[in-house]
């Protein structure tokens, strides 16, 4: 079965869940005149590229992935022409500013747009994900020169971006890079030092690769401090934007990986001819921070990697599943029926169904957020979505791309050993989905953040205003009439109340036991991650009722989805808020010598 992008659900969550007329008040769209019908025009043309261009690509990368040829790579058959039709098309600037030859449009918009052209093919994706982090800190720390030389070319898809991080010593652990920048006198620096997992580090879509790599300036002090962000061209650039010779950075190596093929992972080795010219982003010292950036924005767009990976996966088991012929229906019908009709292989698809719904929902509202946190005038409403949405990032990478590897395990279980069988194309999504939670910053990672930074640090003040908006919805449900809304609210108030357990637990006894608190990190954020997206649910499920009276079968699929959200994920909540305030400390009672 072939991808068919939910424009019908993207929409309604645009328009209804999300709030598009709110967004499009915000001072940085009004004069763009951004409504509903064109949201929805830009929706159908990205869904027509992806669905046609993009997603026949995803099978041919799988089997023909990118490789190295003398240096070069040579990625997949028929990726450097839907790169070009992608970024002729204006793919790569929908949301970046008009000044540098963007659209201009709200993330929400490009947010819909990127998961259908990651549902579509999760390799081709990824440099267009790169080059939006990198154009996104270029725009907020380098200097007006390195901006208007670099950022148009990429926002054209002229050139793409890279960020440059983790060294074979250093993983995740950042104050540990080595990577050099020597001052050559004249502003510039020469970069000396290693660079891997480097997506689409080398690439033969564009003429030039705009690399942004962390090192460390001769006087730079130790740790996470001492790091400065420096641009280093894959070619050099001079004042008037022209290409001149090649700079020192080379690929030295692909990695060879258990998905997303087709991407080109390189290790970049910088510096073995002399030194690589790299321009500093603004101070030095303060590189981390100008890289989180790009990573806040890399991390937001894997969750969203998580949706649309799930929803590929879904799409690829419901096709299966009407097709294939197997056993007679438990109600005693003669001769056999679809797999569809089993009840365990319904609860399955509904998982996988729910899963990806809530997930959605969450990260669309969390985009919202982050539009009205950098664009609003009000300086309390900016400051309160600001936190709202940094509070989300972590629970949208973390909550789903774990759920996405699941979502896609079930889509092998539904295909049963067909799905086993590389021909079927179920176990791809189940491969390309298992990096998610691991690139730009594990599960564990994420969820050390949550606690840490958005927990801890305000004393609880944005997670328990979440609580408060959950408790407003709750309020509504209990003024629906629809049978569905009381079973819904049952539910959420449980995970609710077990969500603000599970904070004052972590305020009361961080201080005095922080490896005990840290032990449920993971377990915390998968709790806010299934109450979150089922507050969402609920709210998805009051507003389609309210406002999409003319689509029954919508709104019966929203309800039926939401309730079995309620009652097959949220009722989750309970047991883990549990195996978090009672479990942690036996996480460390066997000692080392004892494993």
């Not at 090649?246 to 690929?251: L, S």
């Not at 599970?502 to 608190?517: A, C, Q």
Request: charged content about 20%; aromatic content about 8%; proline content about 4%.
């Amino acid at each position: 079965m072939t991808y068919r992008a939910p424009v019908n659900e993207m929409m309604f969550l645009i328009n209804h869940l999300a709030g598009l007329e709110q967004v499009t008040q915000l001072p940085n769209y009004r004069e763009i005149g951004i409504d509903s019908e064109m949201a929805q025009a830009i929706l159908n043309e990205s869904a027509k590229f992806t669905e046609e261009v993009l997603a026949p690509l995803n099978w041919i990368g799988d089997q023909q992935p990118s490789h190295l040829v003398d240096g070069h790579v040579v990625t997949t058959p028929g990726f450097k022409a839907a790169f070009e039709q992608y970024v002729e098309a204006g793919w790569q600037g929908v949301t970046h500013p008009l000044m540098y030859g963007g659209q201009g449009l709200p993330k929400l918009i490009s947010t819909a747009c990127q998961e259908m052209a990651t549902s579509a093919c999760l390799s081709f994706s990824l440099c267009p994900m790169l080059t939006d982090g990198a154009i996104e800190a270029l725009i907020v720390a380098a200097s007006d020169d390195l901006k208007k030389r670099f950022i148009p070319n990429m926002i054209s898809g002229k050139w793409t971006g890279t960020m440059n991080l983790t060294e074979p010593q250093a993983g995740s652990d950042l104050a540990l890079v080595r990577t050099r920048a020597e001052p050559v006198g004249d502003g510039t620096y020469k970069i000396f030092g290693t660079k891997i997992y480097i997506t689409y580090g080398e690439q033969d879509f564009t003429e030039n690769i705009i690399h942004l790599v962390l090192a460390r300036t001769p006087t730079a002090p130790e740790g996470v401090k001492g790091i400065s962000l420096f641009v280093v061209p894959k070619f050099m650039v001079d004042d008037q934007g022209n290409l001149g010779q090649r700079n020192d950075v080379h690929c030295i190596s692909l990695e060879h990986k258990l998905g997303i093929k087709a991407s080109p992972t390189a290790v970049l080795q910088y510096g073995d001819h002399g030194g690589a010219i790299g321009y500093l982003v603004g101070e030095e010292n303060r590189g981390l921070e100008y890289m989180f950036i790009m990573m806040n924005a890399a991390r937001f767009g894997v969750g969203m990697q998580g949706v649309a990976v799930a929803e590929r996966a879904y799409q690829k088991a419901v096709g299966y599943a009407k097709d294939r012929i197997q056993s007679r229906d438990l109600s005693g019908s003669v001769g056999s029926v679809a797999i569809i009709h089993h009840p365990d292989v319904k609860r399955m698809l509904m998982t996988m169904r729910a899963y990806t719904e809530g997930a959605r929902s969450l990260a669309y509202v969390a985009v919202v957020a982050s539009d009205a946190g950098e664009h609003s005038l009000d300086e309390k409403t900016k400051i309160a979505n600001e936190a709202f949405y940094e509070f989300l990032v972590p629970i949208v990478k973390g909550f789903s791309t774990e759920m996405a590897v699941q979502v896609a395990s079930l889509g092998v279980q539904i295909h049963g050993g067909m799905g086993f069988i590389e021909e079927t194309g179920a176990a791809q999504y189940y491969r390309d989905a298992r990096i998610l939670p691991i690139y730009e910053g594990t599960t564990a990672i994420q969820a050390n953040d949550l606690i840490g930074r958005k927990t801890l640090r305000d004393g609880g003040a944005t997670a328990q205003g979440i609580a408060q908006q959950i408790i407003r919805t709750e309020n509504e449900l209990e003024k629906s009439s629809l049978p569905a809304a009381k079973v819904i609210l049952k539910h959420l108030r449980v995970a609710r109340q077990s969500f603000e357990q599970v904070v004052v637990y972590i305020l009361s006894n961080t201080k005095t036991d922080i490896k005990t608190v840290f032990a449920g990190s993971v377990p915390y954020l998968q709790l806010c991650g299934l109450t979150l997206a089922g507050w969402q649910m609920a709210r998805a499920f009051l507003l389609a009722n309210e406002h999409v009276r003319d689509d029954p079968e919508f709104v019966k699929s929203k309800t039926i989805t939401a309730q079995f959200f309620a009652q097959h994920l949220l009722t989750q909540v309970p047991g883990i808020a549990q195996s978090i305030t009672e479990g942690g400390a036996v996480v460390h009672a066997l000692g080392e010598e004892q494993f």
